[in-house]
């Protein structure tokens, strides 16, 4: 099953902020040009990866559970082998969905969001359906 246009512009449309976990420092990596795209379209952008101390002028926390904040949000930038993890990360620190970026799939982690009540979308970019829908939090 794949995301449904109503589901993408649903989470586009309702969450202002995006936890990105494994977001990069390293321009030249979709894990940094992204969140870089989405931060100047107007989200908020909260930065997970334990090797970096500030990546998008963000402070960067080592783990979801580390997150000072409700999370809402969770983008994925690795690979499908550590999604399932990431999903029960995501569910235990009370995220309301889960996004793994295109090329990122993952049975276990769908059925461990969805399980959850995690509103669940994979293999999709966020740039590619932001574009797409032309739904932006601010005008760019």
């Known amino acids: 099953m794949t995301a449904t246009d109503d589901l993408i512009e649903r989470i586009l449309r309702d969450y202002d902020t995006i936890t990105v976990v494994g977001a990069s420092v390293d321009p030249a990596k979709a894990a940094h040009d992204v969140p870089a795209y989405m931060q100047h379209r107007g989200w908020r952008i909260i930065p997970v990866n334990p090797h970096a101390d500030e990546i998008l002028g963000e402070p960067v926390y080592r783990t979801l559970a580390d997150v000072p904040e ?46 959850a009540g995690l509103l669940y979308v994979e293999d999709r970019c966020l740039i590619i359906e932001q574009r797409r829908t032309q739904i932006s939090r601010r005008s760019a």
């Open 70 to 115: 409700q999370v809402g949000l969770v983008d994925v930038f690795r690979p499908a082998e550590f999604t399932p993890d990431i999903a029960r990360q995501a569910v235990a620190a009370g995220a309301t969905a889960l996004w793994l970026q295109l090329g990122i799939r993952s049975a276990e982690a769908r059925e461990i969001a969805e399980s």
